[in-house]
């Protein structure tokens, strides 16, 4: 399934908005055990798009008149539009290889006060990371089942960074509705001959690609005593910028807490859109299709979003 093209988000538009999108919600047909069967090909490409302006501050009371979406250079017409508040489920995918040992306690704070702050409406789950993975029970906004995650933190082990995201999108793409990812790591991937990844970094970020969740990154250097540990920016870059997220790459301690915070706030500022490819989609149709967003007039103000999608359909369970 590609990452913004779903029929049924135009399902979830109608329950979690009150708003309809004509037409679009008859392309669905829910069986038995969640069990999909698509009986149309009309579909829905949805984005979450973030505005700000040459300060970096988010720039709020844009209308739907205001933008302009461009799908491989083609205008689109939009048939959806809010900047009102919805909910969001989050992933908090936290680095637990022994090189965090001398920061634990830090991180467990910037994770514990980001579960705290979560707004209403709003769940979350855990994800703890070494040459394994191990997440939360449920998606939740009970700061005392996240706790209880976040003391359980043991820092051992090498770091299977690559592994570890597959399984959080796994995790993830069951879900409906408004999904994030943020990932904190202080190591580049161990690699198979080190306790690392099975899976090639190449993998991780065509998954992303393929899923709907923005994905913040979180990524320090430096923390081993001898200072070797190194982060890849440029994978973490591509990584949060290809979903229409974030790169934080924070010097100390604090400055990871205030990137924890930032992604907070972040995830409640920005507009929702969605609209229905003019070009239409054919059975094989899997070649990735560019995203353009821009705000009418206003070349000064900066516009963060997905890049694109790849128009794959989900076949029936």
């Known amino acids: 399934m590609g990452p913004e093209l779903n029929v049924r988000a135009a399902v979830w538009l109608v329950g979690a908005l009150g708003s309809a999108l004509a037409g679009a919600a008859?392309?669905?047909?829910?069986?038995?055990?969640?069990?999909?069967?698509?009986?149309?090909?009309?579909?829905?490409?949805?984005?979450?798009?973030?505005?700000?302006?040459?300060?970096?501050?988010?720039?709020?009371?844009?209308?739907?008149?205001?933008?302009e979406v461009f799908e491989d250079g083609e205008r689109q017409e939009l048939s959806f539009f809010t900047s009102q508040f919805t909910p969001v489920r989050t992933?908090?995918?936290?680095?637990?290889?022994?090189?965090?040992?001398?920061?634990?306690?830090?991180?467990?704070?910037?994770?514990?006060?980001?579960?705290?702050?979560?707004?209403?409406?709003?769940?979350?789950?855990?994800?703890?990371?070494?040459?394994?993975?191990?997440?939360?029970a449920s998606f939740t906004?009970?700061?005392?089942?996240?706790f209880t995650v976040l003391r359980s933190m043991k820092p051992a082990g090498k770091t299977a960074l690559y592994d570890a995201l597959l399984s959080a999108f796994g995790e993830l793409d069951r879900l409906e509705g408004r999904r994030s990812l943020l990932l904190f790591t202080d190591g580049d991937d161990a690699g198979p001959a080190e306790q690392g990844s099975t899976a090639p970094m190449e993998e991780a970020l065509e998954k992303a690609k393929l899923s709907e969740v923005t994905i913040y990154t979180v990524g320090?250097?430096?923390?081993?005593?001898?200072?070797?540990?190194?982060?890849?920016?440029?994978?973490?870059?591509?990584?949060?910028?290809s979903t229409g997220g974030r790169a934080f790459f924070p010097e100390d301690?604090?400055?990871v807490k205030a990137a924890f915070a930032e992604v907070q706030e972040d995830?409640?500022?920005?507009?929702?859109?969605a609209y229905m490819p003019t070009r239409g989609l054919g059975k094989d149709d899997a070649a990735w299709r560019q995203l353009r967003v821009n705000v009418k007039d206003r070349q000064e103000l900066r516009v963060r979003t997905r890049q694109g999608y790849y128009p794959r359909r989900k076949e029936p369970k």
Do not use: C
């Open 26 to 67: 008859s392309g669905v047909e829910q069986g038995p055990a969640d069990r999909i069967q698509f009986a149309v090909s009309v579909e829905t490409v949805t984005l979450d798009v973030v505005v700000i302006d040459k300060r970096g501050r988010f720039v709020p009371n844009l209308k739907a008149e205001s933008f």
């Open 267 to 273: 995830l409640h500022r920005h507009y929702r859109l």
């Open 91 to 136: 992933m908090l995918l936290l680095d637990s290889s022994s090189s965090i040992r001398s920061n634990l306690s830090a991180i467990q704070t910037a994770g514990y006060l980001f579960v705290r702050n979560l707004s209403e409406g709003d769940t979350a789950r855990i994800g703890l990371f070494n040459s394994d993975v191990r997440f939360g």
């Open 253 to 255: 301690v604090e400055q």
């Open 141 to 146: 906004d009970d700061v005392n089942e996240h």
């Open 220 to 241: 320090f250097t430096g923390w081993g005593p001898d200072g070797s540990y190194s982060v890849n920016r440029p994978f973490l870059t591509s990584l949060a910028e």
